[in-house]
């Protein structure tokens, strides 16, 4: 099967694959310090909080809350030249860190900062799933609740 993917892919490498092996297999893992449990992203050897070389890779819930959101209207790469206007949103996951990726299934114009969000990934190559969010349906605020959240506040 020949899949045509031509944005840009991850390089795999021995610090990285057991991210993408987790992402294949639709889990969001990450790095948690053995020594003092922080979960950190991006990868790193260290542990930025007490400089541990001691991980585990952990999976996390999938959930989180849009911290920060624009929309692309750019072509700043000709792989993505056929997507314009897309979206690019840093998530605040439920167990700390933070990772860039993109909110689907909905209208760039849906999206709002403080949204809860869920990971839904997204397989690109048979090798390759990439995390994206979706709006969560059971916590996550409508346009109807936007309105009713500034009546509220009138
Ligand atoms: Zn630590």
């Known amino acids: 099967m020949t899949m045509d993917y031509l944005k840009p892919l991850p390089t795999l490498t021995e610090s990285n694959r057991p991210f993408w092996v987790a ?12 020594s003092c449990q922080h979960v950190r992203f991006p990868i790193s050897h260290v542990c ?17 809350v849009i911290y920060s959101y624009i929309v692309y209207h750019q072509v700043y790469n000709q792989a993505f030249k056929l997507d314009v206007p897309y979206n690019v949103a840093m998530i605040q996951l439920e167990e700390g860190p933070r990772m860039y990726s ?4 909905v209208p760039n114009s849906v999206p709002k900062v403080g949204d809860a969000v869920e990971v839904a990934f997204e397989r690109v190559t048979s090798e390759i799933a990439l995390p994206r969010f979706r709006l969560a349906k059971a916590h996550g605020r409508t ?7 500034s009546m509220d506040a009138s």
């Open 23 to 34: 992402a294949h297999d639709e889990r969001l893992c990450m790095q948690r310090c053995m």
């Open 48 to 64: 930025p909080r007490c400089l541990s070389y001691q991980f585990e890779w952990h999976e996390l819930s999938g959930r989180g």
């Open 102 to 105: 993109n909110i689907i299934g």
């Open 143 to 149: 346009a109807d609740s936007h309105q009713t959240s």
